[in-house]
């Protein structure tokens, strides 16, 4: 069930982002994601350190995601992800588009 959209007032109006700036914004995720990679390119710090970082991410997107409808990108840009009602999509559907449907992709590219 969509909840009611917090950064929303009811006199604003809904407008779409930019397709440039929803790519600017899953760049910017992917920056993000690349973040703990040094990590593995010095194998003195350990693979823990990677992880830690990786994990860390995780926690963070997945936090602004539940909380706030966006993403460490998104959040950069100004960015929410809403309905086309302007309310915020269930939990389970932002998980799934943010992080599932690029598993999928991902597992494709390589086995597919």
Known sequence: MPTENPHLSDAQEIEAASRWSRFAARL?????????????????????VFLAGLVGILVAQIYFLVTRAQTLGKKALGI???????????IGWLLVREFGIPAIALFLQFFG
């Open 80 to 90: 929410y992800i809403m309905r086309s009602d302007g309310s915020i999509p269930h």
């Open 28 to 48: 910017v995720d992917g920056l993000v994601w690349m973040a703990p990679l040094p990590f593995v390119l010095f194998p003195c710090l350990g693979p823990m």
